[in-house]
């Protein structure tokens, strides 16, 4: 039983049950990194929460030596939501897939970056509905064969970083099931963003979706693919960080920095108009690197806050409720004794 | 605003002797939506509430926001009945329609029982309104109102004069009409004015010139009445006896409301409401809303499916969940329920049923949500089921659900109905003092603890916050085992938890009342009922009762699970009738569990029932 | 690929007449995911089916996708049960286990009954191995397997011996050995080889070296048995009298997807699927998403309510609109369902029943959804529900759902449930012509056109494809006025459509054929089942009488409205028992409608029954 | 009964039903402008379908003399959708509130979009929950205090046009309740596109939320606060066109025409990146003039023309299904006398 927080570790966050990925499944780079990060953010074990939808990624809270809630697909926000709005003080992390949150549960999702509830949701980008085995999600690519689409499937995919950002989402980033290391850091940062912090992980699914990211993650090319984004500094890319990009006409190009020189390099700003990092998510491979890292990270007050902070206000203003005043307010009128 | 009623309020003694004595009397108010009907029936109750009356109300709106001015569709009524004994319902047939327009008067005629009284606006049946609602004839020309009594009245022209002195615009003074037939309806039951008098002055006090407006044409209105002598008779409606306490008029959705609030307050949790609007269950979302220093957080959602979640993440957080929405909305939700019946998390769904399938008449009334309350889900889902039997009564089933959901850590169905939702009684302050605690207890034992051991009497599973040291678990859809709560597949758990979940819903028998059975313990007719249609059926009873028919009724709180004496109840009776404003689904579910052929009384019109109608089947069966 | 039962196929006449003879077989193959375990079983399968056997199948997939090699969530298993006389389940009981782990063996040995016979593969029982399962002990060392006949086999290491000459690398090589356990099991009951040789060289025919090796290891595995002589016996199953004709395996899943195709084709309309993946109802989609060149148009929606709208507009444009899904997706389609039957269009919806309530055990079979299917929507909203009671006859009751909806212009529920689904059985293979044609006629007569005029005989309102010049007309969930179809709140017209939709589903028990009652007409018990249960209550049903015992069987494919003999029928008989996966739904319905004290036999294990359980029942009650 | 389209009139499109909206509600306008560009459009009247959801909007289809359907609350696109990939040839256009389509709508509104499903979607603006009488909505600006918010509304509103632009629209306007002719453009540019069009139409509840959009159609000041677009010309208003819009570094500024000359100005373009689009999406009164017209018109394969043309290329491939090939594929066996 520990109600401390310093003596936490990774060991803390682990359960005794089997965890049931397959074997070689991304799931369980992100589990680990998860069960790392939570030890370090100086947050009592009993006080965070690991809500999911249903999926592959939604047995996720059972993995988790944290209260967690295993709930109904696509749905995850809402629980979330009422959870949060009525127990601030508690560290509420959301998992969810492809499917969960952009099929199903699209409408949630967006709804809940809207209202900017302070969670923090980890959204398993595999491009695939990994529990029902293997039909085409909303975020796989036109001509996708799988048994539902046996002749490819029609469907423009949604870039579910261009979907949160047209919600207006004040915390959009990315990154990958095998760098580690950036995706401890996003944890961090989204533990950090007060309001709701949405983190796209590229998550491998070896048996029905085999080598989706591997442009982004096989070694030697991955340099050449993935942009890595820092706040205050250029766009570059490239092994030697030799390539750039620069806007012209709201169109990214793609430049030779010496060429152009570093100044003229465009310069990320997480706290730019949010058509920049709109552009940035339109960004698509192999024409365009793949942004990694925070996008966007901007402050608006948090909905729970605020309705909490109602609730203050109105007892503030007429005092706290009881009961005599509950039921003698409106119209009324005395019969007595006849 | 609190008012004793006593002597200062009485009619002029010489007036309270005269006119004809009444038990009860039954008036509707029909106009235009902006005519202020609801307005002019609200101020009517409240004076026969002080005078003493027992009383019972029922506003029925248009279906449109605006219907256009002088249109069938934009006909508002309030209907309202009050009496010298026990008022069980609004009425089944107006003693006296108002009505303020040729619209209201097609609207309203069909209500009317020979020798009724009709008091119309005859300035506002012009040949051009009297067509727009397709009176080729104007029914005061011709004899098709020959059946009752019609009085016509200048309201318009005679308002305008009597308000003349106030130096308003024709339009503004032509509008205080309402406060002109109010007048002269408070004279034909000797009522007095203060009340509204002194309502009109508070209502307006920053704008004088139309206090003065409106009490001149309340005043003329009644004076009017003195003076004229179109009347035949005036009529005495005295004090009913009542309870002597502090009343207050609340609605059905008024009282859900406050019952939330204090079964929140008696349980000591916060109340937190999810919701997404739709009418008629808005109002309680609009009502809770208002009450944040109670600590009670609403949550306008995205839709029902948003809703009924963050009510059940709030329940898992610790807070009382409730979410409140209509028969679609509770189609929506029933993934959700069948979640926290897996769960096993104290939640409240109340629909404020109107009349279905599908969008159907959504300004309608009709209890045909039953069968999917206890039904409506996948899955063995059981799931319990109260309904308040009157507009007062909202409140303390509110409590009585949310003492259910928490004592036996489950969902609970709330259904009210439209009937009740909007209609409006006399309520009698409780002392908060008298109302009972409902225990609440957080986990927090480390030592020994499983998510899913239970209460050996109720059956019911420790509720842990999150954020309790040491209790760390997981929940979720899954089947769970008995006792850990882990995810499970074995076949004789998942045996073992069905029987579980059903056996602890059927174990809320023991910690529920007996229904009542108003009558004999035996006889020829038990009349069963349920929600709404409480009142008609007592009403019914009553009367047949007092021509000595061997008739009782038991009118049911509890729908699932019945109450214990239900079955050995219906037993005793010759016949036993299930009265209800569906085609039989109560009945359906008695039939099942008993075996005994009850019949149904079903009426299915959007309509409640009238006590004619119940009588009507009552001399059928027994004559 | 058609095969023709023949000489070539038949076993060496010298084994044919060797071996004991068996009525029926019953065999489970388990391993490890991996492991092959459903092809073999299939092989099996096929080789049964041409040497002439009746039979019926039944995969058991692990939950997980891709569970670790070894563990118990990991084994994959695959019963069948062959044998001369009709075969209604795949088996209570295996006769033989081939077990290709310990984990194998763990997770089967509760259902082996005393005197089975273990095929294992010894060389998978290392300590680790056992130890992973919680093995402390070999089982195979100690003593408590002692009930059963156990002959351990180095499966692995002779089929990597078996295989050496191919030159195969070792793991490659070991993972030939389900062919070579095949081969021994084929020796065991005598059966050809050739079949197997057969599609083993279609199936490898890029990759000649694994032809090879496969076909070595069948053949090792089967002259290992007759060569090792570690068979107390072998045995002989002779063919069974089946209708002569041409056969297809289907599962119940298959042939539900045959089956609306084919009622597409009778129709002459497309067919539309409007669906969202869930198992054990994604297969549907995948099955017609193959089927474009039928005109069959696929939509994978974004959720089940996208799937079931999709499909009521797919309705509304005159195409046959079609939504599969299991229980939590009907949940959310309820308030598009009540839509559809107020607005009075075709619709099917296919539930592939599984373990609830919530997420429930969604890899376990269940009859749970049944009351959810006649009452889970808000409103009086009547809904028809079929089920199929087994995997071929979803074919035939795809089709009745289809011609239901169609004739009588409303929602059809079509309960299927995952034993039935992914259950197999030889289907005889109809001739086209058989097939009656389903009568579709789109309305485009200008005169006389009300969109809810109604065909006298059905009630069914008449379909109307936009596109149709001079029909403009608009639907919608308010309620509608008969005839015109107009919004209305009419009181009256609300009751009369309530009664009259209600009439229209309670008419169709006259196009519906009677029940057929399996033994006498009268007698002491009635068995009444619905669904994937039908084979066990048969087996068992013809075991009792084949006692003496009075017993009959009735198995009802239409359980909305009920055929019109069920009533009288079942007053014919002592005891009524409603054996169901579930805790007693059909059983409510029909206490309910006939007020006979029928009993329930309920399993909720997510298992289907086994005749041993039917049996105990009939012998409790009539012993 | 009329199969030609030629001498269609206003009047071919009205029915009998009694209009049943507020006096002096906008939707007036919305229904005459749209029954008046229907006789335009060549198409028979019994070619088109009207479908919408629930709310005050959702009455539209009763009031128009075509084939109707009025669905349930925010399902519509999925109704659509089924209906015209079943029947490619009819011209559906769909009516839709900001409850409806961005409240419980909001997934079906972004996944038919990301389709690009060929309808019409007229989304009627007024910021307000008409029908259910005036509950604030996804579009209320914060603060708003409606009967469900007594103190105030806490989230943060969607701007409907940045919501379909994440989803990645082919094509989005938007235009006002009193601009009719305006409208009529609209429309007609609507039913030119193929695919998904969507028209925001701002539309004034004047019971619920009177005014709502009155500073853009103040007859004075709305030169000042409405931003025409048009494709190709540069982004200028103001009473005599002496504003005009310039973006620095993704942000746009409003600057003085003469001061920095015409070319300055940015051109618009329906064709530009998504960010630029996203950008005037994201204008916001009264720093920003409100841009109305075509946003964003970009071209992209129609969802029911690709599956169409699967079904087709099926039939080629494998020639029209017929039963008997049906019985008899898969794994099958003869059975014989015996
Ligand atoms: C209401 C409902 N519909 C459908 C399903 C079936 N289902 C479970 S998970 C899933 C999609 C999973 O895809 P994703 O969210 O990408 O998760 P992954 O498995 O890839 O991690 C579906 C369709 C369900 N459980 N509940
Ligand atoms: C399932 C369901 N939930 C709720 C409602 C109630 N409802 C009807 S319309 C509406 C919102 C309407 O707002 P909007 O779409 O903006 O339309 P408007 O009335 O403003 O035109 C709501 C909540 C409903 N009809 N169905
Ligand atoms: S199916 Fe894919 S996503 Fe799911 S556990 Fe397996 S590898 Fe991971
Ligand atoms: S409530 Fe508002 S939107 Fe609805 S009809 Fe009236 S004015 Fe129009
Ligand atoms: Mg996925
Ligand atoms: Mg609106």
Redesign the interface.
């Known amino acids: 039983m520990t109600t401390t927080t310093e003596a936490l570790t990774r060991a803390d966050f682990q359960t005794d049950n089997d965890v049931r990925w397959c074997p070689g499944c991304g799931d369980y780079a992100i589990l680990a990194q998860v069960q790392r990060v939570f030890p370090t953010l100086g947050i009592p074990r009993e006080n965070f929460v690991v809500i999911s939808g249903i999926g592959c990624s939604g047995r996720f809270p059972y993995y988790m030596n944290t209260y967690g809630f295993h709930t109904i697909h696509g749905r995850a926000p809402a629980f979330a939501t009422g959870l949060k709005i009525n127990r601030p003080e508690l560290s509420v992390w959301m998992i969810t897939g492809d499917g969960d949150s952009l099929s199903i549960g699209g409408n949630h999702l967006i709804h809940v970056l809207r209202r900017n509830v302070d969670l923090k949701i980890l959204m398993f980008n595999n491009q695939i509905y990994g529990l029902t085995k293997g039909q085409y999600s909303p975020t796989s690519e036109v001509g996708k064969r799988t048994k539902s689409t046996p002749m490819g499937s029609l469907d423009h995919p949604f870039k579910p970083l261009s979907v949160v950002l047209g919600a207006e989402a004040t915390f959009v980033a990315r990154t990958i099931d095998r760098e580690p290391k950036h995706m401890a850091e996003m944890l961090r940062r989204a533990n950090d963003h007060k309001g709701t912090a949405f983190i796209e992980i590229y998550q491998n699914c070896n048996i029905f979706n085999d080598g989706a990211f591997g442009h982004l993650t096989d070694r030697k090319g991955k340099k050449e693919t993935q942009l890595t984004l820092q706040h205050g500094e250029p766009l570059l890319f490239g092994k030697n960080q030799e390539k750039g990009i620069v806007f012209r006409n709201f169109a990214p190009e793609v430049v030779d920095v010496e060429e152009v020189g570093l100044d003229a390099i465009h310069v990320h700003d997480e706290q730019a108009p949010l058509a920049y990092h709109q552009t940035l998510a339109q960004f698509t491979a192999p024409e365009l690197p793949t942004p990694i890292g925070v996008l966007r990270a901007v402050e608006r007050p948090a909905y729970d806050e605020m309705l909490n902070a109602q609730i203050e206000a109105a007892v503030d203003r007429r005092g706290r409720g009881d009961l005599t005043k509950l039921f003698n307010s409106g119209d009324t009128w005395v019969v007595g004794e006849r | 605003?609190?008012?004793?009623?006593?002597e200062t309020l009485d009619p002029p003694a010489a007036q309270q002797g005269a006119g004809e004595e009444r038990e009860s009397v039954v008036i509707r108010f029909a106009g235009d939506s902006g005519d202020g009907m609801q307005l002019t029936g609200s101020l009517f109750t409240?004076t026969a509430?002080?005078v003493?009356n027992d009383l019972a109300t029922l506003p029925d709106f248009p279906?449109?926001?605006?219907?256009?001015?002088g249109?069938l569709?934009g006909v508002s009524g309030f209907q309202l009945q009050f009496g010298s004994t026990k008022i069980f319902t609004p009425g089944d047939a107006p003693d006296v329609l108002v009505a303020m327009n040729p619209a209201a008067l097609k609207r309203n005629t069909d209500a009317l029982e020979r020798g009724a009284t009709i008091v119309v606006n005859v300035d506002a049946f012009t040949e051009r309104a009297l067509s727009r609602v397709g009176y080729d004839v104007n029914p005061l020309e011709d004899d098709s109102l020959s059946a009752f009594q019609v009085l016509e009245v200048k309201l318009s022209s005679m308002t305008i004069d009597a308000v003349e002195h106030v130096g308003l615009g024709r339009s503004d003074a032509e509008r205080c009409k309402n406060f002109f037939a109010l007048g002269l309806v408070y004279w034909m039951y000797g009522r007095p004015l203060k009340h509204t008098l002194d309502w009109i002055a508070g209502k307006f006090a920053k704008t004088p010139e139309y206090v003065e407006a409106n009490q001149a044409a309340l005043k003329a209105g009644y004076h009017y009445g003195e003076t004229a002598e179109i009347f035949a008779h005036t009529y005495r409606v005295p004090?009913a006896?009542?309870?002597?306490?502090?009343?207050?008029?609340?609605t059905g959705n008024?009282a859900t409301v406050?019952g939330f609030?204090?079964a929140s307050?008696l349980s000591g949790l916060?109340l937190?409401l999810?919701s997404?609007?739709?009418?008629p269950a808005?109002d309680i979302?609009?009502g809770l809303?208002?009450?944040?220093?109670?600590?009670v957080?609403?949550?306008?959602?995205?839709?029902?499916?948003?809703?009924v979640?963050?009510?059940?993440?709030?329940?898992?957080?610790?807070?009382l969940?409730l979410t409140t929405t209509?028969?679609?909305g509770?189609?929506?939700k029933?993934?959700?329920i069948?979640?926290a019946?897996?769960?096993e998390l104290p939640l409240i769904i109340a629909?404020i049923?109107r009349?279905?399938?599908?969008?159907?008449?959504?300004?309608?009334t009709?209890q045909?949500?039953l069968?999917?309350a206890?039904?409506?889900?996948?899955?063995?889902?059981p799931t319990p089921v109260v309904a308040p039997a009157s507009p007062t009564e909202c409140f303390h089933m509110a409590i009585e659900a949310a003492r259910l959901a928490i004592t036996y850590m489950t969902p609970v169905m709330f259904l009210s109905d439209g009937y009740i939702a909007n209609g409006a009684e006399p309520w009698l302050?409780?002392d908060?003092e008298d109302?009972e605690p409902i225990e609440v207890e957080f986990h927090t034992e480390?030592e020994g603890f499983h998510p899913y051991m239970r209460d050996p009497e109720t059956l019911a599973r420790p509720w842990v916050?999150?954020?309790?040291?040491?209790?760390?678990?997981?929940?979720?859809?899954?089947?769970k085992e008995a006792l850990s709560g882990?995810?499970s597949?074995d076949?004789?758990n998942?045996?073992h938890m069905?029987?579980t979940?059903?056996e602890k819903i059927a174990r809320m028998a023991n910690s529920i009342p007996d229904a009542e059975v108003f009558g004999e313990e035996e006889g020829e007719l038990l009349l069963i009922g349920w929600g709404g249609t409480f009142g008609a059926l007592r009403a019914a009873t009553m009367q047949a009762q007092r021509r000595g028919m061997k008739v009782s009724h038991m009118h049911l709180r509890y729908l699932n699970p019945l109450p214990r004496n239900v079955g050995p109840t219906l037993k005793r009776f010759t016949h036993v009738v299930v009265a209800e404003l569906?085609?039989g689904q109560l009945r359906?579910?008695m039939?099942?569990e008993f075996?005994?052929?009850i019949q149904g009384l079903n009426?299915?019109?959007?309509?409640p029932f009238k006590v004619s109608e119940i009588m009507a089947r009552i001399d059928e069966l027994l004559a």
Do not use: C, W
């Open positions: 605003m609190t008012q004793i009623v006593g409240h509430a002080l003493g279906a449109e926001i605006r219907a256009p001015a249109t569709a004090a006896q009542i309870e002597p306490g502090l009343y207050r008029k609340v008024e406050m609030v204090t307050q916060n937190f999810g997404y609007p739709i009418t808005s979302l609009h809303s208002n009450y944040k220093e109670y600590g957080r609403t949550f306008q959602a995205e839709d029902e499916i948003a809703a979640s963050a009510a059940i993440g709030a329940a898992f957080g610790g807070s969940g209509r028969g679609p509770v189609s929506l029933g993934e959700a069948g979640l019946t897996m769960i629909n049923q009349a279905g399938p599908s969008t159907g008449m959504p300004t309608k009709e045909a949500d069968l999917q206890v039904y409506g889900r996948h899955g063995e889902s302050v409780p908060p109302l480390v916050r999150p954020g309790t040291p040491g209790l760390e678990h997981r929940i979720g859809g899954l089947e882990d995810v597949y076949p004789h998942h045996e069905i029987k979940r059903a569906n085609n359906r579910l039939r099942d075996l005994v052929d009426k299915i019109q959007g309509l």
